[in-house]
C-alpha cells in the first residue's frame, strides 16, 4: 500500500497567537488536499488558536516539543496531556535546534517518543548530521546510532505510526538543500535501518520526511524519491509558498 505523504510547517519561534491565525486564514485555502496529510507545527502558546482557526479544514496542528513527564515540579514544560486535552495529534521530537541549544539527546528523545505513543501523539522524530560528519563519511553511522536509540523500547505497531524527519543540519535555515540523490539515500537507508531493527513491514508503513530548506522549487523533485514520504518545512511554512509545497504534484 503506497504511503501517504505528510508535509508538515515547522513554525520554530515565529508567530504570535495573533499572527499565527492570520496566517492560517491565509495558508487554509491554499493548503486544501486530499493527497497528503497536513500538520503545522507551532509554538506552545499558538496552539489553542491554531486549533481554533484549523477548524473545518484539513489542517492538524502539531506541537513543537514536549516532556517526557506525565506533570510535576517541571517549570516551563508541556505535558503530553496538555497536548492531547486540546486536540493536538503530533508533536516534533528531537529537532537538532532542541539538541543543539536546550541539550536534548538521544536519551532524552527517546524518553519523549516513548512518552507521545503512550498519550497516542504522533512523534515526528528529527535526526540528521553535521556538515563535519558527512565529510567524514560518518552520515549514515550517525544517524543509524540515532534512530536506534530513538527508537527504543518502541514496539513495531507504534513505530508503523510514526513519522521520522531527516534533517541535515547544514541545509536547515541556510538555503542549501541536500540533493535529492543525498536526501533519498539516508532516507532509504533510515528505512532500510527501520527494517533491521524490526521488519520490512514496519519500514514499509513508516513515513519518512525530508527537512532542509524545501521550497516550492525543490519539493517536487524530492518528493518523487521513492523513500521520501514528504517534508518538514521550516522558512517556507510561513509563507504562501507552503500551499505550492503541499500541491507538490
Ligand atoms: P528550514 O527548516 O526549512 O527553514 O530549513 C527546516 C526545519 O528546521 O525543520
Known amino acids: 500500500m503506497a504511503r501517504k505523504k505528510i508535509i508538515a510547517g515547522n513554525w520554530k519561534m515565529n508567530m504570535t497567537p495573533s499572527e499565527a491565525v492570520e496566517l492560517i486564514n491565509t495558508l487554509k485555502p491554499l493548503?486544501?488536499?486530499?493527497?497528503?496529510?497536513?500538520?503545522f507545527c507551532v509554538p506552545a502558546i499558538d496552539i489553542i488558536p491554531a486549533l481554533e482557526a484549523v477548524k473545518g479544514t484539513n489542517i492538524e496542528i502539531g506541537a513543537e516539543n514536549m516532556y517526557y513527564e506525565e506533570k510535576g515540579a517541571y517549570t516551563g514544560e508541556i505535558s503530553p496531556a496538555m497536548l492531547t486535552d486540546v486536540g493536538v495529534k503530533y508533536v516534533i521530537i528531537g529537532h537538532s535546534e532542541r539538541r543543539e541549544y536546550f541539550a536534548e539527546t538521544d536519551e532524552t528523545v527517546n524518553k519523549k517518543v516513548l512518552k507521545a505513543f503512550e498519550h497516542g501523539i504522533t512523534p515526528i522524530v528529527c535526526c540528521g548530521e553535521t556538515l563535519t560528519q558527512r565529510e567524514q563519511g560518518v552520515t549514515m553511522d550517525f544517524i543509524r546510532q540515532q534512530v536506534k536509540i530513538a527508537f527504543l523500547g518502541v514496539t513495531a505497531d507504534q513505530a508503523k505510526t510514526a513519522v521520522i524527519a531527516y534533517e541535515p543540519i547544514w541545509a536547515i535555515g541556510t538555503g542549501k538543500t541536500a540533493t535529492t540523490e543525498q536526501a533519498q539515500e539516508v532516507c532509504g537507508g533510515i528505512r532500510r535501518c527501520i527494517a533491521e531493527i524490526y521488519d520490512e513491514a514496519?519500514?514499509?508503513?513508516?513515513?519518512?520526511?525530508?527537512?532542509?530548506?524545501?521550497?516550492?522549487?525543490?519539493?517536487?523533485?524530492l518528493f518523487v524519491q521513492p523513500d521520501i514520504d514528504g517534508g518538514l518545512v521550516g522558512g517556507a511554512a510561513l509563507k504562501p509558498d507552503f500551499g505550492q509545497i503541499v500541491n507538490w504534484k
Request: no cysteine.
Open 202 to 221: 514496519t519500514a514499509e508503513a513508516i513515513r519518512i520526511q525530508y527537512g532542509g530548506s524545501v521550497n516550492a522549487k525543490t519539493a517536487p523533485e
Open 31 to 39: 493548503v486544501k488536499t486530499e493527497d497528503a496529510d497536513v500538520v
